[in-house]
């Protein structure tokens, strides 16, 4: 079985893919940040966030930039502010759907704007040209080996607890309003996963970068949704593309060093275009555009 | 072997009271909605609460829940304490007014049903025999195993009414509050659960109470009624309460109870004030064909 495999990865790939460091570690962090996204994904295409999802990212690019310019860990970083933005459109409370929007909307500039001028400072006080780059669009051979055993931290955290919270969580996100007469804490739950997301975010934000850390929270799981009919299911499917999709990245990306002189491509590129042809075929496979009206229970 | 908490259906036998109120107060958004509404109602009655559009039947109905805090008066469910702010999942079973399911949601009926049961829980849901047992029962007795494998959100509006009274009724509580269930039913399907309804009354001893704004789909399985106007209910058998003279009072001016083929037409006398916003004159809880 392993020596097939070896075999596969040989003939697929360039050698010595899997005996560099930087490709183990970065096989290691971005395989679990793309699982821990995945399963959180989920929930967070269920409640209809994933616009608040790319907000906490572009937020926390902010802190990405800022621990580049600080020398510190770009993960802390990344996971400071996106935790910080979700506390805080929490804590703006705001429940109907237009105006938390609007709300994220403009969290999301203020984060932005933040990171244009934290960039800024990175390009001209510091030598770091390329940290507008890794902050924005991940540059996943760079992930020091000291990131690895942080990153695991946070994503055993998030999976812990939304595994803890599983139930609740489904139930809320299928009907607020069944949750509520079945007894869920309606605040206490979205708070959960609000953090959850904040720490899935930090996750993706430092190895697709946090622009494209989107892409690894709603893609996966967007898809796995379309696949699965039931909620074991949806979580299976969306792991599975977010992880095959970053490990298949990664070994593109590692092989695209002699495609074009000089440089390799960069992994996000490579894990974003994975995740869209898989979530097209899908699609393409169900044979019909997505209905238009959801909730529309019909009258069958 | 019942979790505790969970009140089974037949607490006290025959008349057990299932559910009182008395004296029930709410105000929205600064205006007074309920005005000191009182009734009774005891295992395995079958209740309409029938009022015009913003009566305040969903009002009254999560309060009851314990999802709204009264601005005054008690409500008590089965032989349980007055409700106050509740630990723990209520005794009560509730299908809201409207419960939009996304097509795609990624969750076959049964698994709904499942989150009726233990969607409050923490921790992952393990397999289990007896879950499986409960969940497969509940779905046979609304008549569901033929669709309990495929994706809640694609069955159609009567299909997802009899999953979601599954989902409200598989931990068994001796109360079940329903929202306006038949107002997206065509009258065949609205007439299927009513029966099912009629039938879960007698035969699992669970009160019913649910919310419509015509009586007519209800006459034949109904047993008690409570009317809903200006803040103020009138109760009891359907014989007792569906009379010119009760439902006058209740609305402040004259109105006639009219019986044709069966069916109950409640007519106001020209010139009288209807309260109600939805402002179909003459006819109230009746259909005008
Ligand atoms: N969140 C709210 N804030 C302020 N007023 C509210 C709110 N919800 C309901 N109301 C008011 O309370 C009154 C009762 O509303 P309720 O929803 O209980 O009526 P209903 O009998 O269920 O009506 P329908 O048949 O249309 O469902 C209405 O006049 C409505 O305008
Ligand atoms: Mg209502």
């Not at chain 1, 933005?85 to 804590?91: K, P, Q």
């Not at chain 2, 829980?121 to 046979?140: C, F, H, K, N, T």
Request: charged content about 15%; some cysteine; proline content about 6%.
């Amino acid at each position: 079985m392993t020596a097939a495999v070896d075999a596969v990865m040989r003939a697929l790939f360039a050698p010595g893919l899997l005996a560099s460091g930087p490709v183990r570690t970065a096989a290691a962090v971005g395989g679990g940040a793309a699982v821990v996204c995945a399963i959180v994904g989920v929930f967070t295409v269920l409640r209809g966030e994933a616009f608040a999802g790319h907000a906490l990212a572009d937020v926390s690019s902010a802190g990405g930039s800022l621990s580049f310019l600080l020398g510190a860990s770009p993960l802390l970083g990344f996971l400071g502010m996106s935790a910080l933005a979700a506390a805080g459109l929490e804590a703006a409370g705001v429940r109907r759907a237009q105006g938390r929007d609007l709300a994220t909307g403009v969290v999301l500039g203020a984060g932005l704007g933040l990171a244009a001028l934290f960039l800024y400072f990175d390009a001209t006080r510091t030598s770091a040209g390329g940290a507008a780059v890794a902050v924005m669009f991940g540059s996943m051979f760079a992930i020091p080996a000291s990131t690895a055993p942080v990153a695991a931290a946070v994503g055993l955290v998030a999976l812990g607890a939304t595994a803890w919270l599983y139930r609740p969580l489904l139930l809320s996100s299928v009907s607020p309003d069944l949750a509520a007469a079945r007894g869920v804490r309606l605040g206490a739950t979205s708070l959960a996963h609000a953090v959850v997301l904040a720490l899935a975010v930090a996750l993706a934000a430092v190895t697709v970068g946090a622009i494209l850390a989107t892409a690894l929270l709603v893609g996966p799981a967007a898809t796995g949704i379309r696949l699965a009919r039931r909620p074991a299911g949806a979580f299976a499917a969306a792991a599975g593309i977010g992880l095959g999709a970053t490990w298949a990245g990664i070994g593109l990306a590692y092989d695209s060093a002699g495609w074009t002189p000089a440089h390799p491509w960069p992994v996000s590129f490579f894990v974003v275009a994975l995740i869209m042809a898989v979530h097209l075929a899908v699609r393409g496979r169900a044979g019909r555009p997505a209905p238009a009206l959801p909730g529309d229970g019909g009258e069958g | 072997m019942r979790e505790p908490g969970l009140q089974t259906s037949d607490p006290g036998g025959e008349g057990a009271l299932a559910l009182e109120v008395e004296d029930l107060r709410a105000v929205l958004g600064g205006r007074p909605v309920l005005n000191g509404v009182s009734f009774a109602l005891e295992a395995g009655r079958f209740c309409g609460l029938i009022g015009s559009n913003g009566a305040g039947k969903t009002t009254l109905l999560r309060t009851i829940l314990g999802l709204q805090a009264p601005a005054g008066g008690t409500v008590r469910i089965g032989a349980g304490p007055a409700a106050g702010p509740r630990r723990g999942p209520p005794a009560v079973g509730y299908v809201p007014q409207r419960v939009l399911l996304d097509p795609d949601l990624p969750l076959r009926a049964r698994d709904l049903v499942a989150l009726g049961l233990d969607g409050h829980r923490a921790g992952l849901p393990l397999p289990s025999p007896a879950r499986r047992r409960q969940v497969d029962e509940m779905l046979a007795a609304v008549g569901a195993e033929a669709f309990a494998d495929q994706r809640v959100g694609r069955l159609s509006g009567g299909q997802q009414q009899r999953v979601l009274i599954a989902h409200a009724l598989v931990r068994r509580p001796p109360l079940l509050l329903l929202d306006e269930p038949l107002s997206s039913l065509d009258p065949g399907s609205a007439a299927e659960i009513v029966a099912l309804l009629g039938r879960l009354a007698a035969v699992q001893r669970v009160a019913i109470l649910l919310s419509a704004h015509d009586i007519n789909p209800l006459l034949g399985e109904m047993d008690r009624v409570v009317y809903l106007a200006r803040g103020r209910a009138a109760s009891g058998p359907v014989a007792e309460v569906v009379r010119g003279d009760v439902l006058s009072d209740l609305y402040g001016h004259h109105v006639d109870v009219l019986r044709v083929h069966g069916r109950v037409l409640v007519v106001v006398a020209p010139g009288g004030d209807v309260p109600d916003p939805a402002g179909h004159a003459t006819v109230v809880g009746g259909r005008e064909a």
